[in-house]
C-alpha cells in the first residue's frame, strides 16, 4: 500500500527557509522510475508545481521560483525534502507530494501540510 | 511555459448526465518519442487531488469506466457518461511534456 505524508513548520515568518519532508511507504526512491513530485495550492486556488527529484537523483525545479528551491531524498529512510529560501506570503499554501512512475505522473498523493507565512 | 486552457470553469450537472470538460494546450503536447503527457486529476472538496486518467486517455488504477480521456496534440478532454454525486469537484488537467510542468486553472462540477 502506497501512502505519502507531508510534514512542515505549519507557520513561519518572511525572510526564512521553508523546510518540507514527505515520509512514504510502500514504494523506494531507489526503484528505476521511480519520482516524488513537490505541488502547492494556495487556499481556494489552483495548483501549482514546484519540483521533481528521480531515483537516479535527477532534480527538476519550476523556474518560477528561481533559485529559492532545493529537492533532496533520503532514500534509507523513505523520505523526499523540499527547501524554499527567502519566503514571503505569496508562499502561503497547501504543499503536496505525490509519487511518480514511469509515466504514471501523480498517481498518489499526501493529504498536504498547511504552511502559513505571516509576521 | 505551457498554457493549459480549461472549459468550462464551472459545470453544473444533474446526476446521470454525461458531461465533458476541454482542456487546450498552447503547444503541441506530443513528444519526439511520440507519447502526449497529458494528465487529469479531480480534487474533491477537503481532500487531496486523484489521478482520472494518465497519457490522454488510460484510466487511472480504480477509476470508475465511467470517466474517459480523448484528444491529441493541443486539444483534450474529459468525459463523464453518467455524473454520479461522488464526481462532484474540482477537474485539472496537467502535461508534463514540456518543462515546467503546468497545470490547467481548473472546472468545477457542481449539482444542478
Known amino acids: 500500500q502506497v501512502t505519502l505524508k507531508e510534514s512542515g513548520p505549519g507557520i513561519l515568518q518572511p525572510s526564512q527557509t521553508l523546510s518540507l519532508t514527505c515520509t512514504f511507504s510502500?514504494?523506494?526512491?531507489?526503484?528505476?522510475?521511480?519520482?516524488v513530485g513537490w505541488i502547492r495550492q494556495p487556499s481556494g486556488k489552483g495548483l501549482e508545481w514546484l519540483a521533481n527529484i528521480w531515483w537516479d537523483d535527477d532534480k527538476y525545479y519550476n523556474p518560477s521560483l528561481k533559485n529559492r528551491l532545493t529537492i533532496s531524498k533520503d532514500t534509507s529512510n523513505n523520505q523526499a525534502f523540499l527547501k524554499i529560501t527567502n519566503v514571503d506570503t505569496a508562499d502561503t499554501a497547501t504543499y503536496y507530494c505525490?509519487?511518480?512512475?514511469?509515466?504514471?505522473?501523480?498517481?498518489?498523493w499526501g493529504q498536504g501540510t498547511l504552511v502559513t507565512v505571516s509576521s | 511555459d505551457v498554457v493549459l486552457t480549461q472549459t468550462p470553469s464551472t459545470l453544473s450537472a444533474t446526476i446521470g448526465q454525461s458531461v465533458s470538460i476541454s482542456c487546450r494546450s498552447s503547444q503541441s503536447l506530443l513528444d519526439s518519442a511520440g507519447n502526449t503527457y497529458l494528465y487529469w486529476y479531480l480534487q474533491r472538496p477537503g481532500q487531496s487531488p486523484q489521478l482520472l486518467i494518465y497519457?490522454?486517455?488510460n484510466l487511472g488504477s480504480g477509476v470508475p469506466n465511467r470517466f474517459s480521456g480523448s484528444g491529441s496534440g493541443t486539444d483534450f478532454t474529459l468525459k463523464i457518461s453518467g455524473v454520479e454525486a461522488e464526481d462532484l469537484g474540482v477537474y485539472y488537467c496537467m502535461q508534463a511534456t514540456h518543462a515546467p510542468n503546468t497545470f490547467g486553472a481548473g472546472t468545477k462540477l457542481e449539482l444542478k
Open positions: 505525490a509519487r511518480i512512475l514511469f509515466v504514471n505522473w501523480f498517481a498518489y
Open positions: 497519457l490522454v486517455s
Open positions: 510502500g514504494f523506494s526512491l531507489s526503484t528505476y522510475g521511480m519520482g
